[in-house]
């Protein structure tokens, strides 16, 4: 029991921390949305400018987008088959799910969630058919993304599980050369800030057959040729000892998520994943909608437009840089943890932004651990220059005030 999971200990151990959280105004909040990642509350008419958006390149406001969201919903008349895609499904899907595989090159099939892709992934690769017949050791980084760590029960049935500590490439490459298949399990970019170490772990792929299971949920659509993510990029192109699932719902501006199984036309592993993957065989995948605005997603990001998204998103992260120093200072990456420690602290802090106009909303236990509380900040393309220097300056400015707080007891 709880060799891998234990939600009761958990749960009461962020209890306070989500109480607090809450009596601060902070959770829960009913908006309206201004676009470019803007909002009002609907309680009191006080607007903010979101400053943890997964909307990296603000495509979730994009209006070509939305457009094509409406219009393909409206053309099919439906938002779903309502029947197992086994059996049939809308031109759309087949549309949306070509667009996809040509864009990134891949052999890419969509789902309803990129925790759906998890939940249809794991257990493909432990079962062993990715790798001739032999269940991998499946390799968890301890930092890997939730709906990752949550399938551990399941994977465990099939293969043997271990996990290591973040990024600990020597630990990595021991397994790999005490066991004939290892399968390693990670994101791409993490949550709470920082990276995959690609070329590392590309050696070991190069040197022992290593198997990669990566999330890009934060990667596709930020960074890389065609917004192909750290993984593609650094890899030039997908091989057949690797497997990334996505979300289709934060950079790219659409909704779902999506398995990249392999090379573009590996028709086995698209086989074998809808004929035993559970929820690709259920009703749910993305709607009529979500599809629309995938495929003008997809169109924008074959174009000069992406690159332009993504430079702007590049200068506003160095002008953050510029102003407020974190662990992550430097990465070219969208995320930045800004750390206090203490839980009351920071919550404190987080209320003070709001007030002022921010949402910086606390992350704590279990995201992080106790007493290393912070917040988690995203940097987008559509934030002005002006949004970003008030928001550094205030935080700076509330942040020299943090120890008095803590001391009051706050
Ligand atoms: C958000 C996130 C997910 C879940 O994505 P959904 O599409 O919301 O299910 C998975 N992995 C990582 C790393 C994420 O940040």
Not at 298 to 306: D, G, I, N, V, Y
Request: hydrophobic share 45%; proline share 4%.
């Amino acid at each position: 029991m709880h060799q891998f999971l234990n939600i009761k200990k958990s749960t009461r151990i962020s209890a306070d921390f989500w109480n607090v959280t809450r009596d601060a105004g902070l959770f829960d909040l009913v908006v309206a949305g201004l676009g470019d990642g803007r909002h009002r509350v609907l309680a009191d008419g006080h607007e903010f400018v979101n400053m943890a958006s997964y909307s990296y390149l603000g495509l979730d406001t994009h209006p070509r987008l939305v457009q094509a969201a409406a219009e393909a919903l409206l053309s099919e008349g439906s938002l779903n088959t309502s029947s197992s895609r086994r059996t049939m499904r809308f031109g759309v899907l087949r549309d949306a799910e070509i667009a996809l595989s040509e864009l990134f090159d891949v052999e890419a099939v969509t789902v309803n969630s990129c925790a759906t892709a998890a939940w249809t992934s794991l257990p493909l690769v432990a079962s062993g058919l990715f790798t001739d017949d032999v269940p991998p050791l499946m390799v968890f980084d301890k930092s890997a993304h939730f709906c990752l760590n949550a399938m551990k029960p399941n994977v465990a049935d099939e293969a043997e599980i271990t996990t290591i500590p973040h990024n600990d490439i020597d630990a990595l490459e021991d397994l790999c050369k005490r066991h004939r298949q290892v399968a390693y399990v990670g994101d791409g970019v993490y949550s709470i800030g920082g990276q995959a170490p690609m070329p590392e772990l590309l050696r070991l792929q190069e040197k022992y057959g290593l198997f990669l299971l990566l999330d890009e949920a934060h990667g596709i659509s930020t960074v890389g040729q065609r917004g192909r993510g750290v993984v593609l990029e650094a890899m030039g192109g997908i091989n057949d000892r690797t497997l990334i699932i996505t979300s289709l719902n934060k950079g790219f501006g659409a909704s779902g998520g999506a398995i990249f199984l392999g090379r573009r036309g590996s028709q086995m592993r698209f086989d074998t994943a809808l004929r035993s993957a559970g929820p690709l065989m259920w009703s749910q995948r993305i709607n009529t909608a979500g599809l629309g605005a995938l495929l003008a997603s997809a169109e924008l990001h074959a174009s000069a437009e992406l690159t332009e998204l993504q430079d702007r998103l590049q200068a506003n992260i160095a002008l953050f840089d510029s102003l407020v120093e974190t662990p992550e200072r430097g990465d070219g990456l969208p995320i930045r943890f800004v750390q206090v420690g203490s839980e009351e602290a920071t919550v404190a802090l987080s209320q003070d932004l709001l007030r002022a106009g921010f949402s910086a909303p606390p992350v704590f236990f279990p995201i992080v651990g106790r007493g290393r509380a912070g917040l988690r900040l995203m940097l987008r393309a559509n934030m002005t220059a002006v949004e970003i220097k008030e928001f550094c300056e205030l935080l700076t400015t509330l942040r020299r005030r943090e120890p008095a707080a803590a001391d009051a007891g706050v």
